[in-house]
């Protein structure tokens, strides 16, 4: 079956700790992306990736770190720094360009 | 910077009755815009995909209509169905740098 998935569908998190987000997908697609999701305000981009061994920053990257080593994955760290990480946290990818993108399933983050 | 609106916020209609979702976005240089569901503490489903080419898309019994000159689309419902509950984002692609921008999204209710 093609698609992303997500791990864990749920996450929580001490104060303090860093703690990692799994995306992987078997699609074959260049381009990986990070979404936040908060009530209300829409989703929102945290990074995103069009190639291997490289990344760019979103709107929202500050207390977040990425890596893309293999085209299939695009791990998330959400690190102590990010002061509110409370959030549904979505992963997409797509052919890059203007081709459709598809998401997975979430993981759902809460501080403890 | 382009910003991307969906009115109404949320909509709530008698099962069987057609309906429109609106999006429009800032800036009409766009790649693509995308139509996504999503149910409830679940990912995003891709629903339909309007080149900027295109004018129009459709599956089932959805709709997407494309005007980049002013700004705008609409997703029409035909015969909606409870099963149709559910939030529906619109999200446009733009710039070489292939990332999705998104409205916040209308909640839809089909009542039975």
């Known amino acids: 079956d093609g698609g992303i998935t997500q791990s864990p569908k749920y996450l929580f998190r001490k104060e303090g700790q860093n703690v990692t987000l799994s995306c992987e997908q078997n699609?074959?697609?260049?381009?990986m992306y990070w979404y936040r999701q908060d009530p209300g305000q829409g989703l929102r981009l945290i990074y995103y990736?069009?190639?291997?061994?490289?990344?760019q920053k979103g709107d929202i990257a500050e207390g977040y770190s990425v890596s893309r080593e293999k085209k299939e994955s695009f791990p998330l760290t959400v690190t102590s720094a990010q002061k509110n990480p409370t959030a549904f946290y979505l992963c997409?990818?797509?052919?890059?360009?203007?081709?459709?993108?598809?998401f997975g399933q979430g993981t759902r983050l809460t501080v403890v | 910077k382009q910003e991307v609106t969906q009115i109404p916020a949320a909509l709530s209609v008698p099962e069987g009755e057609n309906l429109v979702l609106n999006c429009s976005f800032t800036?009409?240089?766009?790649?693509?815009l995308q139509w996504f569901r999503q149910d409830p503490g679940k990912g995003l489903t891709s629903l339909l995909l309007?080149?900027?080419?295109?004018r129009e898309q459709t599956s089932g019994r959805l709709n997407a209509s494309l005007d980049k000159s002013s700004g705008r689309s609409t997703l029409y419902i035909a015969a909606s169905q409870p099963g149709d509950s559910a939030t529906y984002l619109c999200?446009?692609?733009?710039?070489?740098?292939?990332?999705?921008?998104f409205g916040t999204g209308t909640l839809l209710a089909v009542q039975p």
């Open positions: 997409a990818s797509s052919w890059g360009g203007s081709t459709e993108a598809f």
């Open positions: 699609l074959n697609h260049d381009a």
């Open positions: 990736s069009q190639i291997v061994n490289d990344f």
């Open positions: 800036d009409s240089a766009i790649y693509n």
């Open positions: 309007i080149q900027s080419s295109q």
């Open positions: 999200a446009v692609v733009g710039g070489a740098t292939n990332k999705l921008i």
